[in-house]
C-alpha cells in the first residue's frame, strides 16, 4: 500500500507519502505546499490544489488520508482552514484515491502513542518509525504521521476480516 497523509493549512499544507509492505514500512517522500499570502483565498486555494496535484502525480498514492480540522476560537481561522482541507479532501478524490478523515487526536495517539503530543513528539516518532528520513518541516510531518495513522488503520482492518469475507 502506497499512502499518502494530508496536513492542510492555507499557509501551509504539508504532504507525505509512506508505503507498507506487509510489516514493513519504508518513506518514499514529503513535503509542503505554501501558498502565497499576498494572493486572494481562491488563488492560494488553487496554489494548494496544484501542490497536492503534482505531489500525487509524482508518488502514485493508492490512498489517501486527511487530518481533521482542528476547531480555533477564531472563526475567520477556522474557515481558512476548512477551505484549506476542502482542496485536500478533493484533490484526492478526483485522482480516484479513497479519502480518509482522522481527528488530530486519533493521528498523534496512532503514531506517539498520547492523543495529545506536541509537535516535537510527532517529528521524534516519524524520525524514529521512518530512519533516515529527512522532513521538510512541520506540516510535513505532521502530513506522514497523518499517512501512518492511515497505514494502521487499514492494516488492522485487513487482519480483523474473517478468511472468509477475503476469499
Not at 509492505?21 to 513535503?31: Q, S, T
Not at 485536500?88 to 481527528?103: C, H, I, N, Q, W
Request: hydrophobic residues 50%; contains cysteine; charged residues 20%.
Amino acid at each position: 500500500m502506497r499512502l499518502i497523509g494530508l496536513d492542510p493549512g492555507l499557509r501551509t499544507t504539508g504532504w507525505g507519502v509512506v508505503e507498507f509492505e506487509g510489516a514493513r514500512l519504508r518513506h518514499v517522500a514529503n513535503g509542503e505546499v505554501d501558498s502565497d499570502k499576498d494572493a486572494s483565498t481562491a488563488e492560494r486555494l488553487a496554489q494548494l490544489y496544484a501542490g497536492i496535484a503534482a505531489a500525487i502525480e509524482a508518488h502514485r498514492p493508492t490512498s489517501a488520508a486527511v487530518e481533521e480540522t482542528f476547531v480555533n476560537v477564531n472563526a475567520s481561522s477556522t474557515l481558512k482552514l476548512g477551505l484549506a482541507r476542502g482542496v485536500a479532501l478533493v484533490v484526492p478524490a478526483r485522482f480516484g484515491l479513497a479519502v480518509a478523515e482522522y481527528a488530530t487526536n486519533a493521528v498523534k495517539k496512532s503514531v506517539v502513542g498520547v492523543g495529545h503530543a506536541d509537535k516535537a513528539q510527532i517529528q521524534a516518532m516519524v524520525r524514529r518509525l521512518l530512519p533516515g528520513v529527512v522532513i521538510a518541516g512541520p506540516d510535513a510531518a505532521d502530513a506522514l504521521a497523518v499517512a501512518l495513522c492511515h497505514g494502521h488503520h487499514l492494516q488492522t482492518q485487513q487482519r480483523w476480516v474473517p478468511a472468509a469475507v477475503r476469499a
